[in-house]
């Protein structure tokens, strides 16, 4: 069974610039989440999606971050214009159920972003 | 609001050490709690889950104990190797949806 896919794994931008993460997650799974983990941090829930629906967004920056998840299916997060306290890695995770606490999360690489 | 803390933040022991890492949060009313070791570079694996219902979890070298009423789980390593250094995350599910709230994760490194 493939793992969550995302792409790229590294990305380097200057302060203001755009940037967009992509994750594939394991074919079937209905809820799909992104996480921010910053250096010396846990990861931290952005936002998360049941099917193509958020269920959760409570943490996302909305004045410069954006997330799709097109047909239920792939998803992009894109922050626009990216800032110096933007610099982390990007997890994307996805289970098979509609979010319930006894779904098991299956986690991407990440996408380590860098800021200058 | 959960909150979850790791003790050490940082951890060096010699090969074929046993050693326990610490993991406490703040609201007792948890489902389950997961431990999770990240490689650097690598995404999170998960490799226990204790469910609210037990006291512990075993896994090869690897045993989680959960006592909710103190709000404290350890992850208890035997006979530590090499292999063994990472990350290891603990982490319990929010008080609604599947938000899963880390703590910053202890860095071991196991030395040959």
């Known amino acids: 069974e493939a793992g969550v896919a995302q792409s790229p794994r590294y990305k380097i931008i200057e302060k203001r610039q755009s940037v967009a993460f992509w994750c594939n997650p394991i074919?079937?799974?209905?809820?799909l989440y992104w996480y921010q983990q910053i250096l010396g941090q846990g990861p931290k829930l952005l936002i998360q999606?049941?099917?193509?629906?958020?269920?959760?967004d409570s943490q996302l920056p909305k004045d410069r971050f954006s997330a799709e998840r097109l047909k239920g299916v792939d998803s992009t997060l894109k922050i626009q214009p990216a800032k110096l306290e933007d610099s982390a890695v990007y997890l994307c995770?996805?289970?098979?159920?509609?979010?319930?606490?006894?779904?098991?999360?299956?986690f991407g690489p990440g996408t380590r972003l860098t800021v200058l | 609001k959960q909150e979850v803390t790791q003790i050490p933040a940082a951890l060096s022991v010699p090969e074929g050490e046993n050693l326990v890492l610490n993991c406490s949060f703040t609201?007792?009313?948890?489902?389950?709690l997961q431990w999770f070791r990240q490689d650097p570079g690598k995404g999170l694996t998960s490799l226990l889950l204790?469910?609210?219902?037990?006291r512990e979890q075993t896994s090869g070298r690897l045993n989680a104990s959960l006592d909710k009423s103190s709000g404290r789980s350890t992850l208890y390593i035997a006979a530590s190797q090499p292999g063994d250094s990472a990350t290891y995350l603990c982490?319990?599910?929010?008080?609604?949806?599947?938000?899963?709230?880390f703590g910053a994760g202890t860095i071991l490194r196991v030395k040959s």
């Open positions: 995770a996805s289970s098979l159920g509609s979010g319930r606490v006894t779904d098991t999360q299956y």
């Open positions: 074919s079937g799974h209905a809820t």
């Open positions: 999606f049941q099917n193509n629906g958020v269920v959760d």
């Open positions: 609201d007792s009313a948890i489902y389950n």
């Open positions: 204790i469910q609210s219902s037990q």
């Open positions: 982490a319990v599910p929010a008080e609604y949806g599947n938000k899963l709230v």
